[in-house]
């Protein structure tokens, strides 16, 4: 008899399982759904329109996703109930969502079925940014010491500034809640019936650390009298560390998932934070980007150091015995996906399919002619603000230098550099701060899907790059967390580290940087790196402002 771990990962557009051998990391099988209703940004499902820089999730898409990929993962793979030995689960984050003390989502009552704030807070939720910026004054303001471990600032994509909004615009929903939960926490307790934390989330998202907890209730009251005891009373689940097991499938979920009860289930964990053990890392100075519609960017170190901008560092945060860091890209397929749908003329479709490719390939492929430079454009990574290391969600998109003559792949490829080149600035805002990076390692969609763009990337960066081993990287590292939680007593692994060694990968490809076309890119990253901080660090905050007039202008045409 075989021995499995399934990997479910929840990303922003669709949920996906995968089944793997423990031995070798060998993936069986592979099962993928779309959320049914997407990400929310307009409007609810019962019409109710949203405001700007919202993005909600309806919880009932995670619940279908387990209910559908995970017995089709074990029909198509043939492996026997029996033989899965534990199940791992990443999130996207900050995810989190309202829940009763039995954990239903308060979005599932009906008396909150048309009230925004009931349901999911999916990470890119920005409407909270002004909860954030106050949230960042009191802080710095009062000399709060954590407040370094994440760069100087909290994002409005972090938990606190989420729960602020509710508190201050749906007070009935804050009342009515008994936890604000993590997703990837919600899902795990659907599963095994067991409330849990996971104390990656808790320390990035929730300003939650190992040896001080969470910030003083003092600092939450300086936000508001009414949140003084907001950890006390909306937070309070226990905090479970990675690859603990939670408990086992719970006879319900058995049923609806083809699971045995009692499969052991590991603690929740971030889709970026879990991915590090999927490659084999397991030690410090590798840092893996995680591509797709953003990039979360992941590094271990032997010693904390205070590094600006980022989005926390967290001791055991991604393996126990090292200070994780995390910083991240809020936007880098979501660019690629807005220009396909936005500004690509209709010819281009139809060529594309006379070429049989889709319309991002088709784009690739004329990008890539183009010589670094030949374009004569040079944009800005903020279509959906910046996460690292100017930490401000209120920053917008720019593109310069286009011309009557300027073609849509111009524009692709230079959206395509622009992030290459953010991803230099969180590089060197690392290394100027003490904590060196020797080798850097990509996974997920685009770094599986298009060498072109990796290849751009190593000449921006100058590092040679490594490819994740599996085309569903995410979702193999959490079956990794499913092996641990198992235990060795169980058929798993009893350290993180011994199952990373088994079952994580790397492709034997690696993207060597031209010396050329690095030359040129200095250049330009040299221009970028003006133009970021005369926008990004308060010389002109004409983006800002312009900003301001469309949420007053639409705020009119509501009234």
Same mark, same amino acid.
């Given at each position: 008899?075989?021995?499995?771990?399934?990997?479910?990962?929840?990303?922003?557009?669709?949920?996906?399982?995968?089944?793997?051998?423990?031995?070798?990391?060998?993936?069986?099988?592979?099962?993928?759904?779309?959320?049914?209703?997407?990400?929310?940004?307009?409007?609810?499902?019962?019409?109710?329109?949203?405001?700007?820089?919202?993005?909600?999730?309806?919880?009932?898409?995670?619940?279908?996703?387990?209910?559908?990929?995970?017995?089709?993962?074990?029909?198509?793979?043939?492996?026997?109930?029996?033989?899965?030995?534990?199940?791992?689960?990443?999130?996207?984050?900050?995810?989190?969502?309202?829940?009763?003390?039995?954990?239903?989502?308060?979005?599932?009552?009906?008396?909150?079925?048309?009230?925004?704030?009931?349901?999911?807070?999916?990470?890119?939720?920005?409407?909270?940014?002004?909860?954030?910026?106050?949230?960042?004054?009191?802080?710095?303001?009062?000399?709060?010491?954590?407040?370094?471990?994440?760069?100087?600032?909290?994002?409005?994509?972090?938990?606190?500034?989420?729960?602020?909004?509710?508190?201050?615009?749906?007070?009935?929903?804050?009342?009515?809640?008994?936890?604000?939960?993590?997703?990837?926490?919600?899902?795990?307790?659907?599963?095994?019936?067991?409330?849990?934390?996971?104390?990656?989330?808790?320390?990035?998202?929730?300003?939650?650390?190992?040896?001080?907890?969470?910030?003083?209730?003092?600092?939450?009251?300086?936000?508001?009298?009414?949140?003084?005891?907001?950890?006390?009373?909306?937070?309070?689940?226990?905090?479970?560390?990675?690859?603990?097991?939670?408990?086992?499938?719970?006879?319900?979920?058995?049923?609806?998932?083809?699971?045995?009860?009692?499969?052991?289930?590991?603690?929740?964990?971030?889709?970026?934070?879990?991915?590090?053990?999927?490659?084999?890392?397991?030690?410090?100075?590798?840092?893996?980007?995680?591509?797709?519609?953003?990039?979360?960017?992941?590094?271990?170190?032997?010693?904390?150091?205070?590094?600006?901008?980022?989005?926390?560092?967290?001791?055991?945060?991604?393996?126990?015995?090292?200070?994780?860091?995390?910083?991240?890209?809020?936007?880098?397929?979501?660019?690629?996906?807005?220009?396909?749908?936005? @500004? +690509?003329?209709?010819?281009?479709? !139809?060529? %594309?399919?006379?070429? *049989?490719? #889709?319309?991002? &390939?088709?784009?690739?492929?004329?990008?890539?002619?183009?010589?670094?430079?030949?374009?004569?454009?040079?944009?800005?990574?903020?279509?959906?603000?910046?996460?690292?290391?100017?930490?401000?969600?209120?920053?917008?998109?720019?593109?310069?230098?286009?011309?009557?003559?300027?073609?849509?792949?111009?524009?692709?490829?230079?959206?395509?550099?622009?992030?290459?080149?953010?991803?230099?600035?969180?590089?060197?805002?690392?290394?100027?701060?003490?904590?060196?990076?020797?080798?850097?390692?990509?996974?997920?969609?685009?770094?599986?899907?298009?060498?072109?763009?990796?290849?751009?990337?190593?000449?921006?960066?100058?590092?040679?790059?490594?490819?994740?081993?599996?085309?569903?990287?995410?979702?193999?590292?959490? @079956? +990794?967390?499913?092996?641990?939680? !198992?235990? %060795?007593?169980?058929? *798993?692994? #009893?350290?993180? &580290?011994?199952?990373?060694?088994?079952?994580?990968?790397?492709?034997?490809?690696?993207?060597?940087?031209?010396?050329?076309?690095?030359?040129?890119?200095?250049?330009?990253?040299?221009?970028?790196?003006?133009?970021?901080?005369?926008?990004?660090?308060?010389?002109?905050?004409?983006?800002?402002?312009?900003?301001?007039?469309?949420?007053?202008?639409?705020?009119?045409?509501?009234?």
């Amino acid at each position: 008899m075989g021995k499995y771990a399934i990997g479910v990962d929840f990303g922003t557009l669709s949920g996906r399982t995968v089944l793997v051998d423990i031995a070798n990391g060998a993936e069986l099988a592979t099962s993928i759904l779309d959320y049914p209703h997407g990400v929310m940004s307009d409007a609810l499902p019962g019409g109710r329109t949203l405001g700007v820089d919202w993005a909600l999730q309806h919880p009932q898409d995670y619940l279908d996703v387990l209910e559908s990929t995970v017995p089709e993962a074990l029909r198509s793979s043939g492996v026997k109930p029996e033989e899965i030995v534990g199940v791992g689960i990443d999130f996207t984050a900050c995810t989190p969502l309202p829940v009763t003390e039995d954990g239903t989502p308060l979005c599932f009552l009906e008396e909150f079925e048309d009230e925004p704030h009931a349901y999911v807070k999916l990470w890119k939720h920005h409407a909270a940014q002004p909860y954030a910026n106050r949230l960042n004054e009191i802080a710095a303001a009062r000399g709060e010491p954590w407040l370094a471990r994440y760069g100087g600032k909290i994002s409005s994509e972090w938990l606190i500034p989420k729960i602020w909004q509710i508190f201050a615009e749906a007070p009935e929903i804050y009342a009515r809640m008994a936890h604000f939960v993590e997703c990837a926490d919600w899902v795990v307790w659907m599963l095994t019936g067991a409330p849990s934390r996971n104390a990656c989330l808790a320390g990035y998202k929730a300003m939650w650390s190992k040896r001080e907890g969470y910030p003083p209730s003092d600092f939450f009251e300086a936000l508001d009298p009414g949140l003084r005891d907001v950890t006390r009373q909306k937070l309070s689940i226990p905090i479970r560390t990675q690859g603990e097991c939670v408990g086992g499938i719970c006879p319900e979920m058995a049923r609806r998932t083809g699971l045995n009860a009692g499969t052991p289930v590991a603690t929740g964990n971030v889709d970026a934070h879990v991915s590090v053990a999927g490659v084999g890392i397991t030690g410090p100075g590798k840092m893996l980007a995680i591509m797709g519609t953003s990039t979360c960017h992941m590094l271990m170190s032997e010693r904390e150091h205070d590094v600006p901008g980022i989005c926390g560092c967290v001791e055991d945060g991604i393996l126990p015995g090292f200070f994780g860091y995390e910083a991240g890209q809020p936007c880098v397929g979501d660019h690629f996906a807005w220009l396909a749908h936005n @500004a +690509v003329p209709e010819r281009y479709f !139809a060529e %594309a399919a006379q070429a *049989g490719l #889709d319309i991002h &390939a088709y784009l690739q492929r004329l990008a890539e002619k183009l010589e670094p430079g030949e374009s004569g454009l040079l944009a800005l990574d903020w279509w959906n603000g910046n996460r690292s290391v100017l930490v401000d969600a209120d920053l917008t998109g720019m593109m310069l230098g286009m011309t009557l003559q300027t073609k849509a792949e111009e524009m692709y490829r230079a959206l395509v550099e622009a992030t290459a080149y953010g991803t230099r600035m969180i590089i060197e805002n690392f290394e100027t701060h003490g904590v060196p990076i020797e080798q850097f390692i990509a996974a997920g969609g685009i770094a599986d899907k298009s060498p072109w763009a990796m290849q751009v990337y190593a000449d921006v960066i100058r590092k040679p790059i490594r490819i994740s081993g599996s085309a569903h990287g995410t979702a193999l590292s959490a @079956a +990794v967390f499913g092996a641990v939680a !198992a235990g %060795a007593r169980r058929g *798993g692994f #009893d350290s993180i &580290a011994e199952a990373a060694a088994a079952m994580g990968k790397l492709r034997d490809v690696e993207y060597s940087p031209d010396p050329a076309r690095a030359a040129v890119y200095d250049a330009l990253y040299a221009e970028f790196k003006a133009l970021h901080d005369y926008f990004g660090r308060g010389v002109n905050d004409v983006m800002k402002r312009l900003k301001q007039m469309r949420i007053h202008a639409l705020s009119s045409r509501e009234r």
